[in-house]
C-alpha cells in the first residue's frame, strides 16, 4: 500500500478544491468565491505566526506550515464520503481555518515571554516542576558556591534558562486552548471578512479550536450551532480537528536540521518519534504508521501514542453515533485498531516486546509487598536462587535420562557496585537455559510457567519412568517479576541446552526497562555459554552503603534459605564495607539441639528420613538427660525436667526451644532459617515440632506439597493431602526413632516411661504392634497398680469410670493413669488417651438376640488407624457381623462417636482406600463413604434419629449426593444399606428410604 500524500499548498488539499467547485450542498451559493479568497488569506497569516514558533521554542514540536496542510489533508480523508457530500460551505470553512489556528495559543512576543516568566503562577510552577526534578534548587546551590569560574557559572545559568524554556512550553501546553480563544477574540473578532450577515464566526472558531485541548466530554459545542441562517454541526467539527491533529504522526513534523538546537531529553524522544516515522496510510478502513525505530525506548513512545490515538477514536466514534436522528449523517468510520505491523526496529537491530503484565514498577512492587508476597526486597535473591537450582535440576535431569555424564553444575551470585556508583546483583547458573519461544511464552508472561507446560510435562513422564527427580519450585510464573523490587534494569543472557548430541540453543539477551515497561529481545554472542545470567541494577544510586541498610542481603538471605543445596552456590561482594567471598558447598546441615548445645551429660538419637521414603532426605534429632549409669533420667546433677508456667522446663531451656524446618530440593519452605545456629536465626512455625529436638526435613520428587506465592506451606498444610501426607510421615519418623529408644534403652519404670511420652509429646498411638505390646498399662484398683502387658490380660470390658469410658480386666482393675502421670499431663500438650490406644487392638462381637456387644482383644492381626481426608481419625477394627458399619461407643463425649468402624464393611474399604487422595480427586462414590463415615463420626446423627430433629445440611447434601449418584447408574447396592448400632435402641438401618428423605 502506498504512503499517503502531503499537500504543498492550501490549494491543493482536497476540502479547499471542495469549497472553491462548490461540491457540496450549500444554502448560499455566493459565498462559495469569497469564503475560498477568505482562507487563503488568513491561512497565510496563520503560517506567517505559527512558523515564529519554533524560533521562539526550541523544546515545542513543529507545529507550522506542514502541519496546518498535513492536519487539512487528513479531515479530507478521515470524513466519510458521503458525509462530505452533506457538509455545507460553511461547515468546510470551519473545518481549514481550525486546522489553521488550531494552535494559535502558542505564539508569543518576546515581551510577553519576559511578563509571563516573571509572574507568580510560572515562578511557583516554576519551582514546583524543577523542586520535583532536583535540579533548580541544586543549579542555584552551584553558582553560589565560592570559587567557581565564570564560565562555570555561565554554564550553570543556561542550564537554568534551558529549564525554564522547557518549562515555559509546559506551561503554556496547558493553557494555549484559552489563549487560543483569547488571541482570535482579540485580533479577529471585529473582522468584517469574518462575518456572515453581521455574525462574525470567531466566537464558533474558537470553541471548536479550543476543544482540540480539552477532554471530549467538556467541549462546549452544539450539533444545530447558527452562524446566521446556516447550520453548522460544531461539534462534529471540533471531533475531526481533535483526530486529525493526533493523527498528523509522520516525519514531516519533525526536521532533521532541528535536533542540533534540541537539549531536552523528554523532547529529544519526541523529536526521535516523528523522526522514526517514514509515512502513514490513512483511510476509512485502515490506518498504518510505516515506522522504523533506532532504539526499543522510541518504538515504545510511538506505541504509546498510537494506544492514545485508539481511546481517541473509540471515543469520537462513540460520540458520532449518539448523534440525534436529524444527524445521523455525521459519520465516523474509521477502525477501533491500528495496524501496527509496520512499526518495527531498524535493520532488525533488536526484538521489541511490550511488558505483558500491565503495570509500572511501582504497582509491581506494591502487588509483592502489599499481598505479602514478598516481606522484604532482598527475597528475590531467593526467588532467583529457587529458578536457579530448578534450571540445574533440570538439565541433571537430562543428561541422566541419556547417561551421560553431568556437565559442571553451580550457582554464581554477585553484588557489586560499580564506578558511577550503580548497584548491580547477578545470578549466574549453568543450568538448563531458555530458548525463544521459552522466553517468549513463560519469562516474559506474568502468571504463566515452563514447569506447567505441556512439554515440561512430557519430560517429566520421561524422568519419572526412569525414577529421575525432576520436581522443581517454581511453579506461579510471577518469581522473576521480583527483581523489580531491588532494580529497575534487568538484563537477562542464556542459552538452552537441547541435551547431550543435540547441542545448544540460539544465544538470546532480554532487556527489562522497568521504568519505561519495555522488554526488548536480541541475539547474544556467538561465545555465550549455556544456563542462564540475570543482572539487576538500580539506577537511582544510593548516598552511602551500610551492612545495616543493605537492602539486598546477599550473603544473608542465601544462607538462611539453601540449607541442603544440591550445587554450590558462590558468593561474591565487592561493595565497600560488605565484602564477602564465599562457597555454600551442598551439605546436608542441620542444628544440633539446644540441650546438645546447653549440657553435658546428655544422650541423643536421631532418625533417617529416608527409612521412611525414598525422596526424604535428613534427620531428626532428640536430646535426653541421663545419669551416672548413661540411662535416660528426668534429672541429673546438671539439669532437671520439670513444670513451669504452663510448659515443661530442662534447666534454663523450654520445650519450644527446638529448631525444625522442612525444605524441598534444600530450600527451606517452613520452620527455621539458616545454616548455622546464630542468636539472631530467625524462623516460624513448622510442620511439625517436638521438645529438646531438632529436625532438617527435606522433600525431593513428588512428595513435596503446594507452596503459596510465598513459596511456604503455612497456610496449605491444614487442607493439601500433600502436606498431611508429609506430616504424617514425619510423625511417624518421630515414633520409629522412640521405637528404637525404647528397644535400647533400660527404663525399668514404666511410669517413667509414660512420662517422658508426655513431656516428648509422644502418642504410643502410633507405635508398631509389637512396641505396643512390649509396653506396661496401669491398671489401678483403689491405689492398688498393676503394670501390666496386653498379652498378660485375660478378662477384658467396656467400663465407665469418672464419667469417662475405659477398660476393666479382671478382679475390676480399670486402666487409667496413675496420679504422677496426670500431673505431668498438661491440656495443651499431648493428652495420652489410654483407653484409645489398646481400642487399636480390639474386635467386637454383637450378641444380636441379646442386644448386647463384647469388646475383645486381638492381639494376633491388629488393624492400622486411617486418617480421613477431612475429618481425622478412624479406628477400623473386625466385627463379627458384616453388614454394621459402626456403633455407638458408650459415655463418649456428647458431640461425637468414638469412630470405630468395622474394618470388614465395603464402605471402611473404600475409605481406607482414599489415604492422601486429593479430595478434588476422589470419586463421587468416594466422597459419598468418606462423608457417610464423617456424619456417623458426629453425635448430631444420633440426635436426629432418636430425637426426630431436621436433617443438617451436611445429611441434605449426603441425601443428594445419593441421589445423584443413583440417577448416574452407579451400583451402590454393596454398600447400601448398612447398619448402625445404639445402645438405646439396638439395630437400626439406613437404607435407601432413609437416605432419600434426607434430601
Keep these: 500500500m502506498p504512503l499517503s500524500t502531503h499537500s504543498n499548498d492550501l490549494t491543493e488539499t482536497k476540502l479547499y478544491l471542495m469549497l472553491k467547485d462548490a461540491k457540496f450542498i450549500c444554502q448560499r451559493s455566493e459565498l462559495n468565491e469569497s469564503l475560498s479568497k477568505i482562507l487563503l488569506k488568513y491561512y497565510k497569516k496563520s503560517v506567517k505566526l505559527m512558523g515564529e514558533v519554533k524560533t521562539i521554542f526550541k523544546e515545542y514540536t513543529l507545529h507550522d506550515k506542514t502541519h496546518i496542510l498535513n492536519v487539512i489533508d487528513i479531515m479530507g480523508r478521515i470524513i466519510p464520503d458521503k458525509t462530505l457530500e452533506k457538509l455545507n460551505c460553511l461547515e468546510i470553512f470551519f473545518l481549514i481555518l481550525s486546522a489553521c489556528f488550531h494552535d494559535i495559543g502558542m505564539y508569543i512576543e518576546e515581551q510577553e515571554i519576559t511578563e509571563l516568566k516573571s509572574s507568580k503562577d510560572f515562578q511557583k510552577s516554576l519551582y514546583d516542576f524543577a523542586h520535583n526534578k532536583s535540579k533548580l534548587s541544586k543549579l542555584r546551590k552551584e553558582i553560589k558556591e565560592i570559587g567557581l569560574d565564570d564560565n562555570k557559572k555561565t554554564e550553570k545559568n543556561n542550564d537554568i534558562n534551558l529549564l525554564e524554556e522547557i518549562h515555559l512550553v509546559n506551561f503554556m501546553r496547558g493553557s494555549h486552548g484559552e489563549?487560543?480563544?483569547?488571541?482570535?477574540?482579540?485580533?479577529?473578532?471585529?473582522?468584517?471578512?469574518?462575518?456572515?450577515?453581521?455574525?462574525?464566526?470567531?466566537p464558533t472558531l474558537s470553541k471548536i479550536c479550543q476543544s482540540h485541548t480539552k477532554s471530549l466530554n467538556d467541549i462546549d459545542l452544539d450539533h444545530h450551532e447558527l452562524i446566521s441562517t446556516i447550520r453548522v454541526n460544531s461539534i462534529y467539527l471540533g471531533i475531526i480537528l481533535r483526530l486529525a491533529d493526533i493523527l498528523d504522526f509522520d516525519r514531516t513534523r519533525s526536521p532533521p536540521e532541528l535536533l542540533d538546537s534540541i537539549q531536552s531529553t523528554r523532547s529529544l524522544e519526541e523529536w526521535n518519534k516523528h523522526i522514526s516515522v517514514l509515512g502513514q496510510n490513512i483511510s476509512q478502513d485502515n490506518i498504518i504508521f510505516h515506522c522504523e525505530c533506532e532504539k526499543p525506548k522510541y518504538q515504545h513512545i510511538i506505541y504509546e501514542f498510537i494506544q492514545i490515538i485508539e481511546q481517541e477514536i473509540v471515543q469520537c466514534k462513540e460520540k458520532c453515533n449518539n448523534f440525534p436522528q436529524d444527524f445521523a449523517y455525521y459519520k465516523l468510520n474509521l477502525p477501533l485498531r491500528i495496524d501496527r505491523s509496520k512499526i518495527k526496529p531498524k535493520d532488525d537491530k533488536y526484538i521489541y516486546r511490550e511488558l505483558f503484565i500491565q503495570l509500572n514498577k511501582e504497582q509491581v512492587i506494591n502487588l509483592f509487598m502489599g499481598l505479602h508476597t514478598y516481606n522484604h526486597p532482598s527475597l528475590c535473591i531467593r526467588e532467583l536462587g529457587q529458578n536457579a537450582i530448578d534450571a540445574l535440576t533440570l538439565r541433571r535431569a537430562l543428561y541422566q535420562y541419556y547417561d551421560d555424564d553431568e556437565p559442571k553444575l553451580e550457582?554464581?551470585?554477585?553484588?557489586?557496585?560499580?564506578?558511577?556508583?550503580?548497584?548491580?546483583?547477578?545470578?549466574?547458573?549453568?543450568?538448563?537455559?531458555?530458548?525463544?519461544?521459552?522466553?517468549?511464552?513463560?519469562?516474559?508472561?506474568?502468571?504463566?510457567?515452563?514447569?506447567?507446560?505441556?512439554?515440561?510435562?512430557?519430560?517429566?513422564?520421561?524422568?519419572?519412568?526412569?525414577?529421575?527427580?525432576?520436581?522443581?519450585?517454581?511453579?506461579?510464573?510471577?518469581?522473576?517479576?521480583?527483581?523489580?523490587?531491588?532494580?529497575d534494569y534487568i538484563k537477562v543472557s542464556t542459552r538452552k541446552d537441547f541435551g547431550p548430541s543435540k547441542g545448544y540453543g540460539e544465544p538470546y539477551v532480554i532487556q527489562i526497562d522497568g521504568s519505561q515497561e519495555i522488554i526488548t529481545v536480541s541475539k547474544g554472542d556467538a561465545d555465550q555459554k549455556v544456563g542462564t545470567r540475570i543482572e539487576i541494577s538500580k539506577r537511582e544510586k544510593e548516598i552511602y552503603h551500610h551492612p545495616n541498610w543493605d537492602r539486598i542481603k546477599l550473603e544473608e538471605t542465601l544462607n538462611e534459605y539453601f540449607v541442603i543445596t544440591e550445587f554450590p552456590i558462590n558468593i561474591e561482594v565487592t561493595v565497600p564495607n560488605m565484602e564477602v567471598h564465599k562457597t555454600l558447598e551442598p551439605k546436608f546441615c542441620n542444628f544440633h539441639t539446644l540441650v546438645e548445645e546447653t549440657f553435658k551429660r546428655i544422650k541423643t538419637y536421631t532418625f533417617d528420613y529416608k527409612k521412611m521414603h525414598s525422596n526424604l532426605e535428613g534427620e531428626i534429632r532428640t536430646t535426653f538427660l541421663i545419669d551416672e549409669k548413661g540411662i535416660i533420667t528426668l534429672r541429673n546433677d546438671e539439669a532437671k525436667i520439670e513444670i513451669e508456667k504452663g510448659s515443661y522446663k530442662m534447666g534454663e531451656l523450654r520445650q519450644h526451644d527446638s529448631s525444625f524446618r522442612t525444605c524441598f530440593n534444600g530450600i527451606v519452605v517452613y520452620g527455621a532459617f539458616g545454616r548455622e545456629r546464630s542468636q539472631h536465626q530467625r524462623g516460624g512455625s513448622n510442620l511439625f515440632s517436638y521438645p529438646f529436638s531438632s529436625a532438617t526435613l527435606n522433600v525431593i520428587g513428588d512428595l513435596q506439597g503446594s507452596l503459596d506465592l510465598n513459596r511456604t506451606g503455612y497456610h496449605r498444610s491444614d487442607y493439601d493431602p500433600k502436606w498431611r501426607r508429609l506430616r504424617n510421615l514425619a510423625f511417624n519418623a518421630y515414633h520409629k526413632m522412640w521405637e528404637t529408644i525404647i528397644e535400647n534403652e533400660e527404663i525399668k519404670e514404666p511410669e517413667k516411661l509414660w512420662i517422658l511420652f508426655i513431656i516428648y509429646k509422644v502418642n504410643p498411638l502410633y507405635f508398631s504392634a509389637d512396641t505396643i505390646k512390649s509396653l506396661k498399662f496401669p491398671f489401678i484398683k483403689k491405689g492398688d497398680i498393676k503394670w501390666l502387658k496386653l498379652e498378660e490380660i485375660t478378662e477384658f470390658n467396656l467400663c465407665i469410670d469418672k464419667d469417662n469410658w475405659t477398660y476393666r480386666i479382671e478382679n475390676d482393675y480399670i486402666l487409667k493413669p496413675t496420679l504422677n502421670i496426670e500431673e505431668w499431663q498438661l491440656e495443651r500438650d499431648i493428652h495420652i488417651n489410654l483407653p484409645e490406644i489398646i481400642t487399636k487392638f480390639i474386635k467386637i462381637d454383637f450378641n444380636l438376640e441379646e442386644q448386647l456387644i463384647k469388646v475383645k482383644l486381638n492381639l494376633e492381626t491388629p488393624p492400622t488407624i486411617e486418617y480421613s481426608p477431612d475429618h481425622g481419625y478412624f479406628f477400623f477394627v473386625p466385627f463379627n457381623k458384616e453388614s454394621i458399619l459402626t456403633l455407638e461407643w458408650i459415655k463418649y463425649p456428647p458431640n461425637r462417636f468414638l469412630g470405630v468402624f468395622n474394618s470388614n464393611h465395603p464402605i471402611s474399604e473404600i475409605v481406607a482406600s482414599i489415604n492422601y487422595k486429593p479430595f478434588e480427586k476422589l470419586s463421587k462414590k468416594e466422597k459419598f463413604c468418606s462423608f457417610i463415615l464423617s456424619l456417623l463420626d458426629d453425635y448430631s446423627f444420633y440426635k436426629y434419629y432418636i430425637n426426630k430433629e431436621e436433617p443438617s445440611n451436611f445429611m441434605k447434601y449426603i441425601g443428594h449426593l445419593y441421589i445423584h449418584l443413583n440417577e448416574i447408574g452407579e451400583d451402590l447396592s454393596v454398600i447400601i444399606p448398612f447398619e448402625i448400632f445404639l445402645n438405646d435402641i439396638g439395630i437400626i438401618e439406613i437404607n435407601d428410604d432413609l437416605l432419600r428423605s434426607w434430601q
Design 411 to 487: 550457582i554464581n551470585f554477585k553484588h557489586v557496585l560499580e564506578e558511577d556508583g550503580t548497584e548491580i546483583v547477578i545470578c549466574r547458573d549453568t543450568g538448563i537455559g531458555m530458548s525463544l519461544d521459552e522466553i517468549n511464552q513463560f519469562l516474559l508472561v506474568s502468571g504463566n510457567s515452563y514447569y506447567k507446560s505441556y512439554d515440561y510435562k512430557r519430560w517429566k513422564t520421561k524422568f519419572n519412568n526412569k525414577k529421575i527427580n525432576c520436581e522443581i519450585i517454581a511453579k506461579f510464573g510471577i518469581g522473576f517479576f521480583s527483581c523489580f523490587m531491588i532494580g
Design 179 to 202: 489563549r487560543g480563544v483569547t488571541f482570535l477574540t482579540q485580533n479577529y473578532l471585529q473582522k468584517e471578512d469574518l462575518k456572515i450577515d453581521e455574525v462574525s464566526i470567531i
